[in-house]
């Protein structure tokens, strides 16, 4: 920022200036106050809940930026190495309540504004969700931004400032209805809107080779569309600790290129046209989870935010005034699935192009800078874009796509000579009409680092996806990092009655900063008095369910019966279906019952919640399988004692935030193999709920952690599962157990009301067990007490340091107090 520098004088005045306050009583009603009548202008005799909520989300927000401001100035003058974290989704939910947890001023704020006749509990329920992800894959980028601010990393989160997020479902007569989730209608607290940070995005057209002063070729690319990236800031703090870091997010505007042409030939609507083509770009978020569609604007959305956000990074770089070389000192870059990896391209690009470095010169730089995080082995997960769409959007691009490609595949042919079909299956570009780019590939071939999200995953990662490159790169690119969550939300915020306990317990809170604290719980597992606190924390959480349940599905919960959580994406591979079989076969069992059998029932409700991409068919079948199935069982009056079934509609954090801490038992049961790590299951068992799940993901290492007896494993293991699909397929062997045949009968004949046959596999067995254990109240507590003071390791801040240590090799930075 070049021009206005402040006297001495004037550097002091402002200090004292900025210089924060007291945070008494009196000061944060003072700024309420100031911004109900000022920001809103509003009067004490025009205040409601919602206007509360946001006075006080903007007095909060003051508080953030004054940290956020000093973090950020100390970073620009130590001038550390920085990670980049790219998502295309940031899955944040709301934000007031752990602003003021993180910062460590809940209490203050909530006596505060009880005094001007508001209850904070109240307020932060006004909140909307910030919904800017589809799933694990968001949600975790959200819950690193909490980790990295907490363990005082220099770090900033970039993405896509969708004005529409995930969208809203509602139950219509059983089926799935999907409504816009326009989120920011009332404007937005919990961001600044940095009209000063623009980039320019350019589209389309054609790439003019020319010799260059030094003889070789130049390449111009002249685009025919541009459009304007806008920087919106999101801070981030950390708890207890004064780092507030940032997550950037673009919104897309037209340029200032206004089409005056078209406008003044009196084309009005072809200029206009151009003008909604460029906010379009950041409009929606893509609802699929897990399932790659190969959509023009998704391209565009992808490109559009790596582009402008390599543009502030180089900005940032540039004023050390380094050379190139330096770069990878200053910049970690990672790709948070392959979604951000055009950027690879783009640096490359701009290295030769507009930095006047050679190929070989460039190609270091970006291949030091670089890692991958894969979240997927479903093949129809992986993205492959089309030749001719890559040219026709980004000719450029796939000109260095082609580079890397051949350059690449020069270097397998002199290992392999001859062997064509290694190259074949190695290549970049998959043979086809048209061709496509693997972007998987491309990421595997330009990253230094590739890492799997679980044990499982990455093994399969290795020996599956990549077994190839790793044999011909080495083992030593590739490595796992174990997702994790953040316990200050999951735990602290979520359920706060746990998080007191636990502090009284362990005499103090820095198990919030060190997970692996919990272990001392176990101590106390035992003990008939921790037991009984505990469990009637876990008896209010369900019953704060149950209002839940009973205010929206209008059904009455009983809260003494076994909770059983199934919240997760809608998908075939995480097999809700099987879970409905399962209970349907229980309803049935219970028919048959005389009531004096019926008595010693356990009683236990079904929870069922989960958005289903709006275009995935039998994803939204299963949805009404289940709400079909909760109209028979729930009014059948003799059974309904003993089973209740409830599909809670619209799925997303902050219901998240309610159903967690709720969850006797939660299902994890994913075909071994297909789900990379899960990361809600540690959020269960963090919470005292226990899993039931097959052998996949990290259910594995949280079994390792809890011991086998603290969790309710069971199916068949990866290595046995294409066996088993090959003997269905083709008949040999294996038939369905015969104790569901009925099941799939009664479906088949409609009276659920829609015929579906499925592969049903079993898990009866294993509810049978968990049946008897939850009738002994003491062992059950003490499993509980167990589990939960083995989640040490699912801490995402051991995520982020394992990333720190060995992936991007940056080192805390902690604010000077
Ligand atoms: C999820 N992926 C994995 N993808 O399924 C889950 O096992 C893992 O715990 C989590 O990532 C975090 O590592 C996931 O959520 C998506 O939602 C993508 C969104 C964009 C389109 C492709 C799927």
């Not at 920085?82 to 295309?88: A, G, M």
Request: net charge neutral; charged share 25%; hydrophobic share 40%.
């Amino acid at each position: 920022y070049p021009g206005w520098k402040p006297s001495p004088e004037i550097a002091a005045r402002w200090k004292k200036l900025t210089a924060p306050k007291e945070l008494t009583e009196e000061h944060i009603q003072e700024e309420f106050v100031n911004h109900a009548t000022k920001t809103l202008a509003r009067s004490a005799f025009n205040m409601d809940d919602f206007a509360a909520y946001q006075a006080s989300a903007y007095s909060v927000r003051d508080q953030l930026i004054d940290q956020w401001n000093s973090t950020q100035m100390y970073h620009t003058t130590v001038s550390p190495k920085r990670v980049y974290y790219l998502s295309l989704e940031f899955l944040i939910g709301r934000s007031m309540d752990n602003a003021l947890l993180n910062l460590g001023i809940k209490d203050r704020y909530a006596n505060a504004i009880d005094k001007l006749g508001f209850n904070m509990e109240d307020l932060v329920e006004q909140e909307t969700d910030a919904a800017l992800g589809n799933g694990g894959l968001g949600r975790l980028a959200a819950c690193f931004m909490d980790s990295l601010a907490t363990l005082d990393y220099p770090a900033w989160g970039y993405g896509i400032r969708y004005n529409y997020g995930i969208f809203e479902q509602s139950i219509v007569d059983g089926y799935q209805t999907e409504h816009p989730d326009y989120w920011l209608t009332f404007g937005n607290p919990w961001e600044i809107q940095r009209l000063d940070i623009t980039y320019p995005v350019a589209f389309g057209g054609t790439v003019i080779r020319s010799k260059g002063a030094s003889g070789g070729f130049v390449y111009t690319w002249e685009p025919t569309e541009r459009v304007v990236a806008v920087a919106h800031d999101f801070p981030i703090p950390g708890f207890g600790t004064k780092s507030t870091i940032n997550i950037r997010l673009w919104s897309s505007k037209p340029s200032n290129e206004f089409d005056f042409a078209s406008f003044n030939a009196g084309e009005y609507e072809k200029s206009v046209k151009e003008q909604t083509d460029a906010e379009n770009i950041t409009s929606c978020l893509y609802p699929n989870d897990n399932h790659y569609i190969g959509k023009k604007l998704r391209l565009k959305q992808q490109y559009f935010f790596v582009c402008a956000t390599l543009q502030d990074i180089i900005r940032r770089f540039k004023k050390t005034g380094e050379p190139w070389s330096e770069f990878p000192k200053h910049v970690a870059i990672q790709l948070n699935d392959t979604h951000p990896t055009i950027g690879i391209v783009e640096l490359q690009r701009i290295l030769i192009d507009e930095e006047g470095l050679d190929w070989d010169g460039a190609w270091k730089i970006v291949t030091k800078v670089y890692s991958y995080t894969n979240h997927t082995v479903l093949p129809e997960a992986l993205e492959k874009w089309t030749v001719p769409l890559l040219k026709e959007l980004l000719p450029r691009h796939m000109m260095i796509i082609f580079d890397i490609n051949l350059f690449f595949l020069q270097s397998v042919e002199r290992r392999y000579p001859g062997d064509r079909e290694k190259l074949r299956r190695m290549s970049i570009i998959e043979e086809g009409v048209p061709q496509s780019v693997r972007m998987a590939y491309l990421a595997v071939v330009c990253c230094h680092t590739v890492n799997g999200v679980a044990e499982l995953h990455s093994d399969l990662v290795q020996k599956q996806l990549f077994s190839e490159f790793v044999e011909y790169f080495g083992a030593g690119r590739f490595t796992n990092v174990t997702n994790g969550v953040t316990p200050r939300r999951w735990l602290h915020q979520a359920n706060p009655r746990l998080s007191a306990l636990i502090t009284k317990t362990l005499k103090s809170q820095h198990w919030l900063k060190d997970l692996s604290e919990l272990a001392k719980l176990k101590q106390f597992a035992s003990d008939p008095e921790f037991q009984r606190k505990w469990m009637e924390i876990k008896a209010s959480n369900k019953k704060r369910l149950a209002e839940h349940i009973a205010a929206h599905c209008n059904v009455y919960v009983n809260p003494d019966a076994i909770f059983d959580v199934q919240c997760k994406r809608i998908h075939e591979y995480k097999r809700q279906f099987m879970n409905i079989l399962q209970v349907i076969h229980r309803y049935e069992e219970l028919q048959k019952m005389t009531d004096e059998v019926l008595a010693k029932q356990v009683p236990r409700v079904v929870i069922f919640a989960g958005k289903s991409a709006p275009g995935y068919y039998i994803a939204k079948m299963v949805i009404k399988l289940i709400n079909n199935a909760a109209n028979v069982i729930n009014y059948n009056l003799r059974t309904s004692k003993y089973l209740q079934l409830v599909f809670i509609p619209n799925y997303n954090v902050s219901l998240a935030e309610i159903i967690i801490p709720a969850s006797d038992i939660s299902q994890h049961i994913s075909t071994a193999g297909t789900e990379a790590s899960g990361t809600s299951n540690m959020k269960f068992v963090l919470n005292g709920g226990l899993i039931v799940g097959t052998v996949d993901g990290a259910n594995i290492e949280i079994g390792e952690e809890t011991g086998p007896e603290n969790i309710f494993l069971f199916g068949v293991l990866t290595p046995e599962v294409e066996d088993i699909r090959h003997k269905q397929t083709y008949g040999t062997g294996i038939k369905v157990d015969p104790k569901l045949d009925s099941v799939v009968e009664s479906i088949r004949d409609g009276t659920y009301g829609q015929p579906a046959i499925f592969e049903p596999l079993l898990h009866i067995d294993t509810m049978r067990k968990v049946d008897a254990c939850f009738q002994n109240k003491a062992e059950w507590a003490k499993k509980s007490i167990l589990a939960a003071a083995s989640m040490g390791k699912f801490s995402s801040d051991r995520s982020i340091n394992d990333y720190a240590k060995n992936i991007w090799h940056i080192s805390p930075l902690p604010p000077p107090e």
